[in-house]
C-alpha cells in the first residue's frame, strides 16, 4: 500500500474494487485516487484479493470513506456531477462566493480587536481629523485650495500608521496561526472551508509552518497595492484550481469539507 504524505492513514493497492457510484460495476483505483476507467462487475470473483484492502471498506478500519457524492476523473482537478471542482484525492474545492463570506467575517472579527489595541491612538486621530476639516470647510467657503491631509501640523499620519501596523500584525498571526492548528481562520471554520496544500485535499487539518507563512506573506504584499488586492481574489474565480494569487505563492488551495 502506498502512504499518503499528509495523512497516518495507508491508502489502498492499486487495482479494480467496487465502484461508490454504483455496485454493478467496477472502478479502477490507480493508489491515490480513483479513475475514469471501469468495467463491469465480474459475479465470479473476488473484487479485491484476500491481501488487500478496498477503498470502500477501509472505511470500517480508519474511518476514511471515498466520497460517493461526487464523479471520479483522472486529470489535475477532477469534476463533480454538478460541475464543481475538486482536487485529485476527490475533495470539492470552496466556491468563490464561500470564501468570501469568510473573508469578510475574518475581517470583521480583525476589526473589532484592532479597535481594542488601537485606543491609545484614536484620540490623536480624531483631533487631527477635526483639526483638517475645520481648515477644509474654511478653504471651500473661500475658494481656496484644499489642505493636505498628510501635512504634519494636522498630525493624522502617525496615528493612522500604528493603528494600520496593529491591523496587519493581526491579521497575519490570527490567519498564519490557525491556519497552521485548524486548517483555516475562524471564518473559514464557520463555513465548512479548509486550507491545503496544493492537490491534498485530504490534508486539512493544518498547514506546514512554511506553507502557512508564504501563503500569509504573499496575502500582505498583494493587500497592498490596491488594484492588485481586487485582482487577487478576482483570479480564484477562473483559475483553473481556484487558486488566489496569495494561494499560488504558498501552494495551496481552499476546500470545502461540508
Same mark, same amino acid.
Given at each position: ?18 465502484d ?7 472502478r479502477?483505483?490507480? $493508489?491515490?485516487? !480513483? ?12 473484487? =479485491?484479493?484476500?491481501? #488487500?484492502? &478496498? ?9 476514511w ?49 484592532t479597535?481594542l ?39 493624522i499620519? $502617525?496615528p493612522? !500608521? ?5 491591523n ?5 498571526f490570527? =490567519?498564519?496561526?490557525? #491556519?497552521? &492548528?485548524?486548517?483555516?481562520t ?11 496544500p ?20 504573499g ?40
Open positions: 500500500m502506498s502512504q499518503s504524505p499528509y495523512s497516518n492513514q495507508p491508502l489502498p493497492s492499486p487495482g479494480w474494487y467496487v461508490p457510484m454504483s455496485a454493478q460495476q467496477q479502477y483505483w490507480d $493508489g491515490q485516487s !480513483w479513475t475514469a476507467h471501469v468495467r463491469p462487475t465480474d459475479p465470479t470473483q473476488q473484487v =479485491a484479493a484476500p491481501t #488487500q484492502q &478496498s477503498p470502500t471498506n477501509q472505511a470500517a478500519q480508519t474511518g470513506q471515498p466520497r460517493d457524492d461526487y464523479g471520479y476523473q483522472p486529470g489535475a482537478t477532477a469534476v463533480n456531477r454538478l460541475g464543481g471542482k475538486m482536487t485529485p484525492d476527490g475533495v470539492p474545492l470552496a466556491g468563490w462566493w464561500r470564501r468570501g463570506g469568510a473573508l469578510i467575517i475574518d475581517a470583521l472579527l480583525i476589526m473589532a480587536v479597535s489595541f488601537a485606543l491609545p491612538f484614536w484620540p490623536d486621530l480624531q483631533m487631527g481629523m477635526q483639526m483638517w476639516l475645520g481648515e477644509a470647510m474654511r478653504a471651500a467657503e473661500a475658494g481656496g485650495p484644499m489642505p493636505d491631509y498628510t501635512d504634519p501640523r494636522f498630525g499620519m $502617525g493612522y !500608521w500604528a493603528i494600520f501596523a496593529i496587519r500584525a493581526l491579521d497575519f490570527y =490567519a498564519t496561526g490557525l #491556519q497552521m &492548528s485548524r486548517g483555516g475562524l471564518g473559514m471554520l464557520a463555513l465548512g472551508l479548509r486550507v491545503v496544493v492537490d491534498h485535499g485530504r490534508a486539512h487539518h493544518g498547514l506546514p509552518m512554511t506553507t502557512a507563512i508564504l501563503r500569509n506573506l496575502y500582505f504584499v498583494l493587500g497592498l497595492i490596491g488594484f492588485v488586492a481586487a485582482l487577487n481574489f478576482l483570479v480564484a474565480a477562473v483559475s483553473a484550481k481556484r487558486q488566489t494569487l496569495h494561494d499560488m505563492v504558498g501552494r495551496t488551495q481552499v476546500v470545502r469539507i461540508r
